[in-house]
């Protein structure tokens, strides 16, 4: 076993004194942390105070035998392994053991390198059920509920249907342009529902030609088609009970509609090329980005396909409308970005903020994501300006689309114009493509600098 820093503990419980010596030091030698003990009462205390990735535990012993430490084991440490040491011959209770939860089961007398195998399986086994874990709670950190962020009352109210919907096998359908975040609220659905253990399947039905997605989604048999070297599951068995998130289902061609519904009419699918159906539990959840109505009024989506779909619809709006979430999503954007790149990027300027706001952000919350993420990049310092938003982002602040009267407009462009011209008029009219007089009677209307050249003819004047 490699030597690390980290030292996986061992409670060892046998009641036999020179096996349990003999035995520690292997333990000991194999690179563990042991903590030995004479008897199932010790074991059980000494569960009750350390956490153990692994426990090795004699079955006979007195008063309390190993089959109450495998199960107390069980109990107050589930991530911890237990082998459990059977005597020669006593196959019923190394049977017994492993029905009880052990994970193996070693035979006195004790083989060192029966004992050093099992031990690595075991602490490997112990290392991905924690890997799996781990990448479960990122997942499910990243997809809870919590990890929404919101302020608008209508995305308020999808998250209220999310939570209701959760607890329910109803299917959903998710409308909502591209970007809004169809497939975060797909997640959300099933985290939030009594599958969230079970697995989660998304399939992109508009990115496969037809036959493809069918074997996908179905499964097939071995040689139903060139290239089906060996018999595949489909998506739908995959999800077990869990959900399957049919993503693009607007995109699916009528053909492979019919199948789709006739699967979820009867609760089954059959694979591409077999003749047996395979019964399915999968909750299924579907999005798209087209008016799925309107689809299906011209005949590209059925309509006994949508209306089994749609028993609960959830409607995403675009961005833009729905303001008030843009600054939080932009805010927590910028704390994720900030982390991932390690850039000094930590606020936004007022200006760099009211374009974030101004914006129409046509591409959603996946737009504004990316245009965050490259300003972190691009901004020098801790405030993120105008400058380091994407060009289009950036002019929304100004004279974009923000609602402005044209007067104010046309004063604003004209001044510029004149200043840029160095305060000539004739220059300035000839830029501007208007008449000198025109030009005079704005200025004197805006209350401009008068220009060198009239004040001059002026004083000639007086003269
Ligand atoms: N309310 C929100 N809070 C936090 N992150 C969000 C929110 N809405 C969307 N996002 C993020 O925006 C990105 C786009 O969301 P998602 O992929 O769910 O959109 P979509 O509607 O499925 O897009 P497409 O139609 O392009 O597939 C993802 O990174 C998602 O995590
Ligand atoms: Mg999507």
Redo the contacts with the bound molecule.
Sequence with gaps: MTETTFKATVLYAEDDLSQRTVTSLELKRLGLEVTAVPDGEKACAALTKGPFDLVLTDIKMKPVDGFKVLAEARRRSPEAQVIVITGHGSIDSAVRAMKGGAFDYLTKPIEPEALQISIEKALERQRLLREVEQLRAQVRGKFSLD????ASSA?HNILDLVRKVGGTDASVLIQ?E???????IARAIHEASSRRDHPFVAVNCGALPEGLLESELFGHARGAFTGAVTQKRGLFEEARDGTIFL?EIGEMSPPLQVKLLRALQEGEVRRVGENRNIKINARVVA?T?KDLRAEMQIGGFREDLYYRLNVFPIEIPPLRDRPDDILP?AE?FLKLAHGKHKSKACRYSTQAAEALKAYRWHGN??EL?HAIERAVILAPNEEIGLDDLPPEVRTAGGAGPTIRPLDSVEREHILGVFAACGENQVETAKALGIGRNTLWRKLKEYGAPKSEATEKKKKLKRK
């Design positions: 990890n929404i962020v919101y995305f909502g591209s970007g809004t975040g169809k497939e975060l993503d999005a980005n999503l927590r919350v996946r994501e």
